[in-house]
């Protein structure tokens, strides 16, 4: 494994007032607002009140991210809108979430159906609603982020949900935000929205999360790791299981894009937002079972070269060191994880996979295959 290099990032501190706000389990989630002060704005900066209501549009919301970020929203005063295809509920109650607050919340979130490819109809129900500020969530390619720009020319901040994916593969690690990215990235058509973004005008804002993770994950992060451990069954992990990753709370990144309405200090700024820690894959499997009371788990190594997977994919995360600083989203926005790893794992276990409800079955077919190798050199 090549060798990595850390470098800690400083930034200045800013003076915050503190403010909470009730989340769906009754406990307290800890919001940064910024301090108001008159301060000089740079060039194109339109400046947004965050204290004011807001007619904000959420592209998605109804997957995972915005799920979280709308009721954020919504408990705030904005008057919120998703705009979906229609193919899932707009509302439905959270596991952990009151009678009370899911009503609230439901009577209050407003639905915008269309199809966000379908450019000619995001031009024409946009203009017509005229939104102060779009959360995009589910954009992936520029194309599908310019006609939003054009529809709204009185737009005040458009806040938009990249990755930090689309850092170059680096031995100088963790990637902060001024890391040179990779334009042949899988991620590449969010890198080519953030330039599409700065070339506007726009006063825009740019969150790159790593791994995300949490309550109604759609992607396997940890209940892949949930279900081999309910299963009884060893957790094959490439190569030495040191590699080290990040993960970042659902709940976190939604706070994270709270905090950069209507900040000024937020304008035209990329952040980077995850788990104050890193983990490394072993280390992951052993926070899985430690979150879901399991006892501790054995783990199997494999080199992936002596496999044909063919389009399976054996284990969720890259098989290398990939995370990330968080300081300046620290510094600059006055924002911090409230989860440590374990507590998030054990939050996501208790509110989803541990009540039964997960996205995708379980699927053993590539460990068979690592196990079967495995016995086969012992005999």
């Given amino acids: 494994m090549a060798k ?5 990032q400083h930034q200045p501190s800013v003076s915050l007032l503190t ?19 008159k301060v000089q704005q740079p060039k194109g900066a339109l400046y947004v009140s965050a204290s004011s209501e807001k007619k904000i549009l959420i592209m998605g919301g109804t997957r995972f991210i915005g799920v979280f970020l709308s009721r954020l929203l919504v408990k705030e005063g904005h008057q919120v809108t998703l705009f979906t295809r229609g193919k899932s509920p ?37 203009s017509a609603e005229g939104f102060d500020v779009v959360y995009d969530i589910n954009g992936r390619e520029a194309e599908e982020v310019e006609p939003i720009i054009d529809a709204l020319p009185k737009l005040e901040q458009y806040i938009y949900c990249s990755s930090a994916g689309v850092y170059l593969k680096s031995d100088i690690l963790p990637h902060c935000e001024v890391d040179a990215v990779d334009p042949k990235s899988r991620h590449k058509g969010k890198l080519e929205t953030e330039s599409l973004l700065q070339s506007k005008g726009v ?58 309405l209507g900040n000024e200090k937020a304008s035209r700024e990329i952040f980077n937002i995850s788990g104050d820690k890193y983990v490394t894959f072993d ?20 080199n992936p070269k002596e496999f044909d997977f063919g389009k399976k994919k054996a284990f969720p995360f890259r098989d290398q060191h990939f995370f990330a600083s968080v300081e300046k989203a620290k510094h600059v926005l006055g924002w911090k994880p409230e989860f440590d790893l374990v507590e998030g794992l054990t939050d996501s276990y208790n509110l989803d996979f541990g009540r039964g ?23």
């Fill in 4 to 8: 990595m290099m850390i470098l800690q």
């Fill in 19 to 37: 403010s909470s706000l009730s989340d769906f389990n009754g406990a307290k989630l800890h919001l940064q607002v910024q301090y108001k002060r």
């Fill in 90 to 126: 707009i509302a439905k109650q959270l596991p952990g979430e009151s009678d009370q607050d899911f009503a609230d919340f439901s009577s209050k979130i407003l639905h915008l159906k269309g199809d966000r490819k379908d450019y000619d109809f995001v031009k024409s129900s946009l």
């Fill in 203 to 260: 006063n825009w804002t740019s969150i790159r999360p790593v791994y995300i993770y949490g309550p109604l994950n759609y992607n396997p992060v940890e209940e892949w790791f949930f279900h081999r451990l309910k299963a009884g069954r060893p957790i094959p992990v490439p190569n030495s299981g040191i590699q080290i990753s990040q993960l970042g709370h659902v709940k976190d990144l939604a706070t994270a894009f709270i905090n950069v």
């Fill in 283 to 302: 280390g992951l499997a052993r926070a899985c079972a430690k979150a879901g009371g399991f006892p501790e788990p054995e783990i199997v190594h494999y």
């Fill in 357 to 379: 409800t997960f996205r995708k079955e379980a699927d053993f077919t590539t460990d068979d295959m690592i196990l079967s190798k495995k016995l086969v050199l012992q005999s």
